[in-house]
């Protein structure tokens, strides 16, 4: 049986959440796991994207490529795939659950008329149309089956660990895939960088983040420091994106960021299950709250009970001293 993934690509290598994607892949099928990747034609880093590849188990590389490829464009992947795939005819098709593997599934589902099960944690290896999978941000786990040909899977973030599997040897193809003028059409145009102090919020080991408890959106200025001092991200509820406090791109959460930090600093959030769902990976929760019985400091392994606008600026202030000393 053989099972194709989608691996998704960041400037310095594969997706962490691709590396995941691969290793449930690896559950299905041992030694017929194969990889489809993006590119622009005469791309000079695909060589190591082959090795690493080939460390996680693949042992053949598709290279689609195209000038479309030099940015995203989700519909013209979802085409690529559906093309690799009408030769391969693999049991499964899986992609990582991240926002544009999701989108990209979402589209092949489409093309090939076939349905799509996100944030799968399990599925069966005689059979990976039967599928174990997240629901409702994780507070619920749904068994289902799959109907069609082939079984198009995501993998929930941060559920399996993307283990090293090395291969013997990875072929390796390119093709041009056939894109028509309106699968060309949704694609990234402009790219505004965000104001992160340079770590993104989805790969930070630390990241600092505050709820309707920040009061305001200056009330975030102490975060930002904090966040600043551990060279960590700042991060936030959806009761402060709702306010018009944070950007969208902050929210952490079931409708956010899903984050899996060494230390996640939870200030002045109650911890509903939709934020949750989105800090659940963190190896470590240090909740600030003036609330001893709210719901987070269930999850949380460290707590101060007390004002985040008395207890953050006295945790910088024991940084700086630290710094100095
Ligand atoms: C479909 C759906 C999707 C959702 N997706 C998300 C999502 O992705 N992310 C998300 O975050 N939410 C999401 N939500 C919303 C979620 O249910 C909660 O409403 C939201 O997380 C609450 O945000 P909060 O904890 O900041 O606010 P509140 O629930 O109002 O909690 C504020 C907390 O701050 C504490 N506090 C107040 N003042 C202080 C202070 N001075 N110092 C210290 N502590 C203080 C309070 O004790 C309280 O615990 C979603 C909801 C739905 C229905």
Known sequence: MSVLVVVERQPEGIDDLSLQALAFARALSQDDVHALAVTTPGDTASQGVVATLGEHGVTAVHFAEDEIFGTYAPLAVARATA???????????????????????????????VPFAANCIEAASEDPGHVTRMRWGGS?????????????????????????????????????PQLSDAERLIRVSERTQAETGGVSLAEAKVVVSSGRGAGSAEGFGIIEELAGLLGGAVGCSRAVTMAGWRPHTDQVGQTGTKIAPDL??????????????????????????????????????????????????????????????
């Open 83 to 113: 093309e690799i795939a009408e030769r391969l005819q693999p049991a499964a098709i899986v992609a990582a659950g991240s926002e544009r593997g999701n989108e990209v599934m979402a589209h092949l589902g489409a093309l090939l008329d």
């Open 140 to 176: 619920l786990l749904e068994e289902a089956d799959l109907h069609g040909d082939v079984k198009l899977l995501t993998v929930a973030p941060h559920v399996v660990p993307a283990e090293a599997a090395p291969v013997g040897e990875t072929s390796v193809e390119r093709f041009a």
């Open 264 to 325: 996640y600093i939870a200030c002045g959030i109650s911890g509903a299950t939709q934020h949750m769902a989105g800090c659940k990976g963190a190896k470590a929760i240090l909740a600030v709250n003036t609330d001893p019985d709210a719901p987070i400091l269930a999850s949380a392994d460290y707590a101060v009970i007390g004002d985040l606008h008395e207890v953050v600026p006295a945790i910088s202030a024991e940084l700086l001293k630290a710094r100095v000393a």
